[in-house]
């Protein structure tokens, strides 16, 4: 997978958490995890837009971590929406769950090789300048 096919992969996301936003209750808590989602499952997207124009590939990492972060958060919410029947539909909450677990492993696994191809570019580093 490019990283345009993941671009549009998380925005395709966002939509679906606005979709389901849109769907939820005007209740206490219904306003509430919705104002909650919105941010986290949208600001992933926004998030890795970022992170393809960082500054140094420590800085990327951080923005991929912050892409993380979101994501898990955005699981979390929905889970409780689940649990809680905060929705019109149920098929595109699970659908959500779904999307959002596949995104954690993708980011995680990306975190990983970032990681080590920046442990081995520091090592490459210093055996060029000894």
Known sequence: MNRFDLE???IDFSVLIIEITNEMPS?????????????SGTSAS???????SGESRRDFIHKLK???KELRETLVCLEIILRTSLFKS??????????????????VKSVETAQKNMSTSRVASRIKNR
């Open 46 to 52: 926004l998030n890795y837009g970022e992170a393809q």
């Open 90 to 107: 149920e098929s595109n909450v699970r659908k959500a769950i779904k999307e959002s677990d596949e995104l954690i492993s993708i980011f």
């Open 27 to 39: 209740s206490k808590a219904g306003s509430h995890l919705a104002g909650q989602l919105i941010r």
């Open 66 to 68: 912050v892409v993380l």
């Open 8 to 10: 549009e992969r998380l």
